[in-house]
């Protein structure tokens, strides 16, 4: 159980251009899900938090209007990187969380498999 | 606010030798522990986690790890290690009042030598 999906895996695009990610629960509804971005050899990096229904929670520093974070339903989240350039070609990783899987004790994370971005 | 200290970017071991990777911490509060494990292009798999209660902490592969308050640690061991641990470990924190964001270490790169 607790399992979640990212799609695509990998994606090449042009500069200029806008892809989407799409994170979904697949065996679960996700109250609170997590957007990461990981460069080559570090760690990850919390950009926003989105909560069903409602509006994204972005990290200092992360550019809301370039990172875009709809949260429509209790099993899917999508991120649109727009007008993209090569700077934010990175691993993409999705987390999601529901109190009660925890049996109400914690939010525990269940992460995807991640989108390799890659913009030429 | 919380911070996460993995002070071994790479650690080479033999196969069917023990490993411990180490993890240091800094909070203000409370906190829940967290060891996290990366294979190649792949997201992260929970290895195991601190909550409360005994302090040695059984998780998934033969992985341990021990939380020790004092010294703010939480080190990550296995007494014997195999091919197949190869991998990137993340250790993270999150506070215990609520806040689900898990703030990460830098990793540790796991090679097992043959």
């Known amino acids: 159980g607790a399992v979640v999906s990212q799609h695509p895996s990998w994606v090449i695009c042009k500069s200029g251009t806008s892809v989407k990610i799409e994170c979904r629960s697949l065996d679960f509804q996700a109250t609170t899900m997590f957007w990461y971005r990981q460069f080559p050899k570090q760690s990850l990096m919390l950009m926003a938090t989105?909560?069903?229904?409602?509006?994204?929670?972005?990290e200092q520093g992360v550019e809301k209007d370039k990172f875009l974070i709809n949260h429509a339903s209790l099993t899917l989240s999508t991120l649109t990187v727009t007008s993209a350039h090569p700077e934010d070609s990175s691993f993409y990783i999705c987390?999601?969380?529901?109190?009660?899987?925890?049996?109400?004790?914690?939010?525990?994370?269940?992460f995807g498999p991640g989108t390799r971005l890659t913009v030429t | 606010a919380q911070s996460v200290t993995q002070l071994d970017s790479q650690v080479p071991v033999f196969e069917e030798a023990p490993v411990e990777l180490r993890c240091n911490y800094s909070?203000?509060?409370?906190?829940?522990l967290f060891w996290y494990v990366q294979y190649p292009n792949q997201g992260l798999q929970l290895l195991l986690k601190?909550?409360?209660?005994?302090?040695l902490v059984k998780g998934i592969n033969g992985f341990e790890a021990e939380f020790n308050k004092s010294q703010t640690s939480f080190h990550l061991r296995k007494p014997s290690v195999h091919i197949s641990d190869t991998a990137e470990y993340f250790c993270?924190?999150?506070?215990?009042?609520?806040?689900?964001?898990?703030?990460f270490g830098t990793g540790t790169r796991l090679t097992i030598i043959p």
């Open positions: 993270a924190v999150s506070d215990r009042f609520g806040n689900e964001k898990l703030t």
């Open positions: 601190y909550l409360s209660g005994s302090t």
């Open positions: 989105s909560n069903e229904g409602s509006k994204a929670t972005y």
């Open positions: 909070s203000s509060v409370s906190v829940y």
């Open positions: 987390s999601a969380s529901n109190l009660g899987l925890a049996g109400g004790k914690f939010y525990e994370q269940y």
